[in-house]
């Protein structure tokens, strides 16, 4: 029986141990499932984080994006309101660049010689496909209206004597002046008393390659610095008058600061010069700073009389060039003209300063940014016969338009 008894009894220790075997089997695979459950909900929890941070970093991106949108749009919307401000407010200042910028007032033209008075009027809008329009069209300027009904949008007329201003429309507009800048080239070449017999040779500098203008000094010409100066005073001669200004001492960027530093000692203000031929608009002044120009030019005898010669030909080897002046009006005999110039690029309009005697009084006239190809010099006939016709009234010293600001 003891060993019955042994056998079952080890019969029920190997069940025993086969029991607990199975059993801490599976309480080990409880846990790998449970541990792989575990790892499976972290690994889950930690993509929902991820999704959530992607969420909302992409919607701080949104939040920014919108954010500038908005203040694009803000920005826009602030710059139509600065823009149609400025129409309203009558802006009178033609300037391309910013820091340039100076605002002239409304102007109202009141005239002792008629009883008509203009009120002031709003800056214009440029019109649609008006890209060839002068600076003053495309602020309105010729909107401004006047006794004479002239043509330029910008008139001056003063007495040379007494400084008396007998007529002026739109004086302190600052506008694109055109070839009047090569009155300053002048002066400022007659007053560095350089050697007018020296030879100067145009080169491919000279050509402009601002507006492409013609010309028929050929680079490689050869001519005398006198020559060239009473081409650019009489014919308005671009290549001459560049060529003045590369050759003086220090090279044109020289020459340019000369005319800017000339324009301050003469107390012209609105005035600003970048280049010696007045191709760039950039070039600009107001009526009242040219008329000063036009006094201290008139002071040099040579500039006189290069500027109103009729015509002057140019000898170049075996040919001649037969150059005339730009100004009609110097043949004219019922005019006595001291000094003149004009001017055009599209920005300008036709321009024209003179110096003239009428009525046995000496006058400065400056006309800017007239419309038409000979409007310029009939706004000049239109005050020559006003002023004769006020003179023989005993009335020129009362016959007096002014510009005065709008109330």
């Not at 694009?72 to 139509?80: F, P, Y």
């Not at 060239?228 to 003045?244: D, K, W």
């Not at 000369?258 to 107001?286: C, E, H, W």
Request: glycine fraction near 6%; proline fraction near 3%.
């Amino acid at each position: 029986m003891v060993p019955a008894q042994a056998a079952r009894a080890e019969a029920t220790k190997s069940s025993t141990k086969a029991s607990a075997k199975k059993s801490s089997s599976k309480s080990s695979a409880a846990k790998k499932a449970s541990s792989s459950k575990e790892r499976v909900a972290k690994t889950s929890a930690r993509k929902k984080a991820a999704s959530n941070q992607v969420a909302r970093s992409s919607a701080k991106k949104s939040t920014r994006s919108e954010s500038r949108a908005e203040r694009l749009a803000r920005v826009r919307a602030e710059a139509r309101q600065a823009k149609v401000a400025k129409r309203s407010s009558g802006i009178r200042h033609a300037v391309a660049s910013g820091s340039d910028r100076r605002a002239v007032r409304p102007l109202v033209v009141r005239s002792h010689l008629s009883s008509q008075s203009a009120n002031s009027f709003s800056g214009l809008a440029p019109a649609p496909g008006a890209a060839r329009a002068s600076y003053g069209q495309l602020y309105g300027l010729h909107q401004t209206p006047d006794p004479l009904e002239l043509k330029s949008s910008v008139a001056l007329v003063m007495d040379q004597d007494t400084n008396e201003v007998v007529f002026a429309k739109n004086s302190e507009a600052i506008l694109p002046i055109a070839s009047l800048t090569k009155l300053m080239t002048a002066l400022v070449m007659v007053e560095a008393h350089l050697p007018y017999d020296e030879a100067v040779t145009i080169t491919h500098d000279d050509v402009d390659t601002e507006k492409n203008s013609s010309s028929r000094l050929a680079v490689g010409t050869t001519l005398t610095r006198g020559e060239l100066l009473h081409l650019a005073l009489m014919s308005s001669e671009n290549r001459a008058a560049h060529a003045l200004g590369r050759t003086y001492p220090g090279g044109l960027g020289a020459f340019v600061r000369v005319m800017n530093a000339k324009a301050r000692s003469l107390g012209m203000i609105d005035t600003r010069y970048v280049d010696p031929t007045g191709l760039n608009s950039g070039n600009q002044s107001s009526a009242k700073d040219l008329a000063s120009l036009v006094k201290a030019a008139y002071q040099h005898p040579l500039i006189r009389d290069l500027s109103v010669s009729p015509e002057h030909a140019v000898n170049l080897g075996n040919r001649q060039l037969q150059y005339r002046n730009t100004n009609s009006l110097v043949r004219n005999p019922a005019w006595d003209i001291g000094l003149q110039k004009t001017g055009y690029i599209v920005e300008a309009g036709r321009c024209l300063v003179m110096q003239a005697r009428m009525a046995g009084r000496k006058f400065i006239m400056v006309f800017l940014d007239s419309s038409g190809k000979y409007s310029r010099q009939a706004d000049a006939e239109r005050v020559r016969r006003w002023i004769e016709e006020a003179s023989m009234k005993g009335a020129v010293g009362s016959v007096t338009l002014t510009t005065l600001n709008a109330s």
